[in-house]
């Protein structure tokens, strides 16, 4: 809660907005939740929303598969966002406004019936603002000529769409993370833990009885390398500027907090 004090004490905007980025499976709903839960045991009134749930329609990623490149049909890389919806939610909660928030239905990968987004009230103070590449910088032009992995050897051998990707979260990205007050970091242990999180995931899903939505390893692995390139970028370049970092272990326990 220190960060959220002091976003708070700083006498600006209302709501603050506190980012939280973290690969993966890194626990970023969990502490958003916690945080949460922290600011109603004080009294504040808050909200979260996802990256996730700022995802193009499915029908616009497949417009995009088409024009630009097969890949942008796989949801989550820069790019693959409704950025403008993410800066009009926020213009509206500044306003005071009651706020239909974004959702994104994973299961059917499309965006959620706005008639399904939850209303916040008027007099929001604080959100919780999270997603696997928030805050981040893109990365230097030269950085993007070799391939990380199979997928963009294979299926990307021109560059073209990491090319992109980078090219987007330069741009519209930028000023959507500059409405963050304070960042926050879950950092991996290395992007070779992300797998097995996400593997946990999968067996959950299955286990809550979503069986129909959940990957096998081998897609996992498919779908994982989508965001290698940025992981690791993040992991080595985002620690010294953020606001709060927690370092995890590969069980995701904090061993390292600055």
Not at 129 to 147: I, K
Not at 203 to 222: F, N
């Amino acid at each position: 809660m220190g960060q959220v004090r002091s976003a708070l004490g700083s006498g600006g905007h209302r709501p603050v907005v506190i980012g939280l980025c973290g690969s993966q499976g890194s626990g970023k709903t969990t502490l958003a939740r916690a945080v949460l839960g922290a600011c109603a045991s004080e009294g504040l009134k808050g909200a979260a929303l996802s990256l996730d749930d700022l995802y193009l329609t499915h029908a616009e990623r497949q417009q995009l598969s088409r024009t630009v490149h097969p890949l942008l049909v796989t949801r989550g890389v820069p790019g693959t966002h409704d950025i403008a919806l993410g800066l009009d939610t926020l213009d509206m909660l500044e306003s005071g406004m009651p706020v239909a928030l974004p959702r994104f239905d994973k299961g059917a990968d499309d965006r959620a019936p706005e008639q399904d987004w939850p209303i916040v009230g008027p007099g929001l103070e604080v959100l919780i603002l999270e997603g696997w590449c928030l805050g981040a910088f893109p990365q230097p032009a030269g950085e993007l000529a070799h391939p990380v992995n199979a997928l963009e050897a294979e299926e990307d051998a021109d560059g073209r769409w990491r090319a992109y990707v980078n090219d987007a979260l330069g741009d519209a990205y930028q000023r959507l993370f500059a409405r963050i007050d304070r960042l926050v970091l879950l950092a991996a242990p290395g992007f070779a833990v992300v797998h097995d999180w996400r593997l946990e995931q999968e067996r959950e899903l299955l286990a809550s009885g979503g069986g129909a939505r959940v990957m096998d390893e081998e897609r996992i692995g498919r779908f994982i390398a989508h965001y290698e390139r940025l992981t690791r970028w993040i992991l080595a370049e985002m620690p010294p500027r953020v606001d709060l970092l927690i370092r995890l272990d590969e069980r995701r326990r904090p061993i390292a907090i600055s």
